[in-house]
């Protein structure tokens, strides 16, 4: 079987969908698949294409015996929504010069990662021209959740692109969605056409035993410093050194430089920042710690955040400061505690609750959380699960 992954974003780039969609190149190869990968230019977060590709209309790389063609984009991290639809849109032109690539391939599928949704209709447009069955991976429901962020209104922008939106969900040979709420939107539009497929987790990443004693109630957060996610506002409004604890920070991103002077001016609050870890370094890494706090200020239908998986396949209980089918997942799994985002007096509270856990109790949180990644949301399960999928719908 053949596939070829069609994705503005991957490695070496930095970011939950670049290391997802690596691991389901991995996957798929060890299961006996043929692998390639149509990308853009490396540029994210900081917006810059990286020195080593810059200067190109088109490279090839391989990474992991994984071929991957790349071709330009405009790119772009600023904060206002113009010059990050400008970059979305001239990977979207020009990954069609990726045709020949394609056809060259002949794939039987054609796995299109979304958003961009403008992205899916390069992916249809390829798929017609080069004839592999084309499935439409759902990662954020776009433009609902753009709506949702305040990115755009309800006018003729966003009803252009929900028209096309459903026009790329229909003529999808199936649509992937990475929660059971993308799942249920898509189904209401395409029912039959949906498959169920989670972020998780690769949990033979995450050694056991590298708890240290020393962190137990040192709280980590490994990820992006963007205003999504709010890491600013915690650091302004809880101490963590008056709950006997202390927050460490690791990630980059557009809050970074309002952290670092944040910390700089308040040093006694129990806040440290850590650097950035690369992808190796974080199953590791954070194992050590004694918990983490994950947080989202705003709830996205569909989103789930893949530091949760994470953080289960480490073994640390969870402050998930957030709503949502994240929320409720870990409700469900009983893996730490949930509150509303910018109620700072329940933080507090769940924070001390934590650093008074008893040591029966702590332990018995992080063997439940590895539990759950591992019988739930592992990541080689799921990609052996989809190739079975895929293999079924071919024969």
């Given at each position: 079987?053949?596939?070829?992954?069609?994705?503005?974003?991957?490695?070496?780039?930095?970011?939950?969908?670049?290391?997802?969609?690596?691991?389901?190149?991995?996957?798929?190869?060890?299961?006996?698949?043929?692998?390639?990968?149509?990308?853009?230019?490396?540029?994210?977060?900081?917006?810059?294409?990286?020195?080593?590709?810059?200067?190109?209309?088109?490279?090839?790389?391989?990474?992991?015996?994984?071929?991957?063609?790349?071709?330009?984009?405009?790119?772009?991290?600023?904060?206002?929504?113009?010059?990050?639809?400008?970059?979305?849109?001239?990977?979207?032109?020009?990954?069609?010069?990726?045709?020949?690539?394609?056809?060259?391939?002949?794939?039987?599928?054609?796995?299109?990662?979304?958003?961009?949704?403008?992205?899916?209709?390069?992916?249809?447009?390829?798929?017609?021209?080069?004839?592999?069955?084309?499935?439409?991976?759902?990662?954020?429901?776009?433009?609902?959740?753009?709506?949702?962020?305040?990115?755009?209104?309800?006018?003729?922008?966003?009803?252009?692109?929900?028209?096309?939106?459903?026009?790329?969900?229909?003529?999808?040979?199936?649509?992937?969605?990475?929660?059971?709420?993308?799942?249920?939107?898509?189904?209401?539009?395409?029912?039959?056409?949906?498959?169920?497929?989670?972020?998780?987790?690769?949990?033979?990443?995450?050694?056991?035993?590298?708890?240290?004693?020393?962190?137990?109630?040192?709280?980590?957060?490994?990820?992006?410093?963007?205003?999504?996610?709010?890491?600013?506002?915690?650091?302004?409004?809880?101490?963590?050194?008056?709950?006997?604890?202390?927050?460490?920070?690791?990630?980059?991103?557009?809050?970074?430089?309002?952290?670092?002077?944040?910390?700089?001016?308040?040093?006694?609050?129990?806040?440290?920042?850590?650097?950035?870890?690369?992808?190796?370094?974080?199953?590791?890494?954070?194992?050590?710690?004694?918990?983490?706090?994950?947080?989202?200020?705003?709830?996205?239908?569909?989103?789930?955040?893949?530091?949760?998986?994470?953080?289960?396949?480490?073994g640390l209980p969870i402050i998930f400061s957030g709503e949502g089918e994240g929320a409720k997942i870990i409700e469900d799994t009983n893996a730490g505690w949930v509150i509303k985002p910018g109620v700072w007096i329940e933080l507090q509270n769940c924070i001390l609750e934590?650093?008074?856990?008893?040591?029966?109790?702590?332990?018995?949180?992080?063997?439940?959380?590895?539990?759950?990644?591992?019988?739930?949301?592992?990541?080689?399960?799921?990609?052996?699960?989809?190739?079975?999928?895929?293999?079924?719908?071919?024969?």
């Open positions: 079987m053949k596939i070829v992954i069609l994705t503005q974003y991957f490695l070496p780039e930095m970011g939950a969908p670049q290391n997802r969609l690596f691991d389901l190149a991995k996957g798929l190869m060890e299961l006996g698949w043929e692998v390639s990968v149509v990308t853009g230019m490396p540029n994210y977060p900081h917006g810059k294409i990286f020195e080593s590709h810059s200067g190109k209309f088109t490279q090839t790389d391989w990474i992991e015996n994984i071929e991957v063609k790349r071709y330009w984009l405009y790119p772009s991290n600023a904060p206002t929504a113009l010059p990050r639809i400008l970059s979305m849109l001239s990977f979207s032109m020009s990954s069609l010069f990726s045709l020949f690539f394609i056809r060259k391939k002949k794939p039987d599928y054609l796995f299109v990662e979304s958003p961009p949704l403008t992205l899916g209709f390069s992916g249809w447009i390829l798929s017609i021209l080069s004839k592999p069955r084309l499935i439409a991976n759902i990662s954020d429901l776009w433009p609902l959740s753009a709506r949702e962020l305040g990115a755009i209104g309800d006018g003729v922008l966003y009803r252009s692109l929900e028209l096309l939106e459903k026009f790329i969900y229909k003529r999808a040979y199936v649509c992937t969605g990475q929660s059971q709420e993308i799942v249920d939107y898509i189904s209401k539009i395409t029912p039959q056409k949906t498959y169920l497929f989670r972020n998780g987790v690769d949990t033979k990443r995450f050694p056991e035993n590298k708890f240290n004693p020393g962190k137990r109630n040192q709280i980590v957060y490994a990820g992006l410093l963007g205003v999504a996610q709010g890491i600013l506002s915690i650091c302004e409004n809880i101490n963590f050194h008056s709950l006997n604890t202390e927050f460490h920070i690791y990630g980059t991103g557009s809050e970074y430089e309002k952290i670092i002077s944040f910390i700089k001016n308040n040093p006694d609050r129990g806040i440290i920042y850590k650097g950035v870890l690369t992808r190796d370094e974080i199953p590791t890494v954070i194992s050590t710690y004694g918990g983490t706090l994950i947080p989202l200020i705003r709830n996205i239908y569909g989103a789930v955040p893949s530091k949760i998986y994470e953080a289960m396949a480490a934590f650093s008074k856990m008893s040591d029966a109790k702590y332990f018995d949180s992080r063997e439940r959380n590895r539990i759950t990644a591992k019988k739930y949301f592992d990541r080689t399960e799921q990609i052996s699960a989809f190739s079975s999928f895929l293999e079924s719908k071919m024969r």
